[in-house]
């Protein structure tokens, strides 16, 4: 599909507005490292449960701090990745499309969160294709970007695309580190994203560069410690501690960066953004 540049020139920072959002999240409670569905997980290392509900409940704690409306869903025993809520559905104007998991350690967590969705009242739609919510579907203003190439299939882009009645922007990762889109993105605001070109294709970076021509670009560093998976209200932008420069760059641009530590979350291949899903009524 043809789409001009989201945005024309870097915005002044005067213009960034908080916008208070809703989200749902889920308490690692059951959180390990047993088995190995993308190149983080090292099962054979230990990983500290208790570690990592402390560092969630900052997260937490900070989402409560900034006005969010924050709801859980409760964790399912033997099902160790549902922490990383945004996997659960992709969510806009209350309908829930819900996830199917490539993996099957992970399957049991589409009908667990379609089954939240339905009990909170929202129009919950069958996926028909694979994809992994919003791991891979990233709202920026009217447009849904979408993530193919390890995960969620392409096919389920047209779905999303049928379901919203929006435009649809496919991106081939090629990177296994990033196999989830928010990894590779993080949505500044409705205009504004922030990225690492290497992981994309080539014709990815192309279309990314027509979109966002003043995006933010992210080192490798910074992404290594998954500092592109963060979450923004429009000014405050929760981040991981350790992404210094990409910190940076969000003050020189006007945001109000938030770091926080979920190095034990990150043992299984999440932060910010991972276990943040974000409901759009």
Known sequence: MSTTSIVDAVEPAATRVATKRTVLMCRPEHFTVSYRINPWMHPEEPTD??????????????????????????????????????????????????????????????????????????????????????????????????GTGFRSASNSHEEIAEIYGREVVTLELVNPSFYHLDTAISVLDDTNIAYLPSAFSAEGRARLDELFPDAIIATEDDAAVLGLNSYSDGYNIVIASRAKDFERQLRERGYNPIGVDLSELLLGGGGVKCCTLELRR
């Open 49 to 146: 449960t208790s570690l990592a509900v402390r560092q969630w409940e900052v997260l937490y704690q900070t989402y409560l701090d900034l006005g969010f409306d924050v709801h859980l869903i409760d964790p399912v025993e033997g099902l160790p990745d549902m922490v990383y809520a945004a996997n659960g559905g992709f969510v806009i104007d209350n309908i829930a499309y819900g996830a199917s998991f490539t993996y099957p350690q992970r399957q049991p967590e589409g009908p667990a969160y379609m089954d939240w969705f339905r009990a909170n009242d929202f129009d919950v739609r069958v996926p028909a294709n694979i994809n992994e919510g919003e791991g891979d579907f990233l709202l920026v203003g009217g447009v849904i970007l979408a």
